[in-house]
């Protein structure tokens, strides 16, 4: 039995000239089609829903763990009031279908509290609808969860031990960096400290901090949200992707004033990020004195252990690597058996390279040496990188060594 899906914020959009477009969108049938195309989604666990118009009608289709299935297929005549009906919910102007739009609205299902962000491009047969699902979840995840080595994350406990700084944590979309962020603040929080996070997507709520967001078409802006953040003296602070020199700025100054900031940063490599702080403006002398931890990730499909199997590291594939294995070193490739589905895989296992500024890696960033200079620093400082610690957990058997290499 499925949950009934409840709209808390259908946004009225603003706009709207058309009587009898507003009455065909409210019509029982439209309104039907609509919530059980979402109620199957939230159901299947999808991360989208598309909404594809076709010649003859309209194809409703998901996305759940990578993969697109079809839901259902609505006729040619329902075909505009259905994607009108999810225009009028995320507050979009139904009166415009030549042009891209955005929005958003919320729903429940059941207990759950779902994010939905909808993005429409007009095409050949009509307009194209995406909606992307977020599932709020309470933040639950802790530190020793993520997969990090035991060398790692002890150095990064001793990090998040300092009384200020800014931690940053890098990597491409979709590498799990909210949720390294979220595990970060649940350690560090402690009731007597006040806690604030910005974010234009809210993943998790952690209980005990106050979480804001940015609102189209209001003066709310990213920018206005962190200033007015910083302004209100959080010990604990979470600023979301750091974009831009202004918010870059702001940003640092926040670090200094005896709180933590944790940030995203979408980077390739941690000391680059260090070098893209000072691109952005950013003066040396303050990333030097703000900057507590960067920590560069990955996810990684988790290879199931049921099926996995093992083959040798031989000569030609550690030459590959440039890297000396242990004896008697293996890697591992996917099965398929019943546990996992026969996809061979369950789950994700993360990789991680963390960069800890030392007194010489701080002089030397304000000296704004080569990003190649500082690397070599920081490996003769013991630093391992991200290809090291996937290399070793392909070696242990939570991933292959090809999904490895391809992630960084
Ligand atoms: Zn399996």
Redesign the pocket.
Known sequence: MQDKIQFDTAKKSPEVDSRQVRSAVEDKTVIQEVDQALADAVAAGASEVHFEPRMDGLSIRMRVQGSMSGIKDVSDRMKTNVINRLKVLSGMDITKSRIPQTGFFKVTVGDRKIELYVYVMPSIYGESLTVKVQYKQSATMHLDQLGMSPSSLAAYRKALGRSSGLYLVTGPPGSGKRTTIYASILEVLKPDMLAMGFDPVIKYEIPGMVQGKPEDRSEYTFAEGIRALVQQEPDVAYIGDILNEQEARATIHGAFAKRKVFARMTANDSINAVQNLVDMGTQPFLVAASLAAVLNQRLIPRL?????DPYPADEAIQKELGLKLPENARFYKA??????D?????GVVGIFELFLPSEELNKMIVAKEQVQALRQRAVREGMSFLKVDGVLKAMAGYCTLEEVLNAL
């Open positions: 199931c252990t049921s099926c996995r099965g398929g058996c019943e546990a996992c026969n996809t061979g895989y369950s």
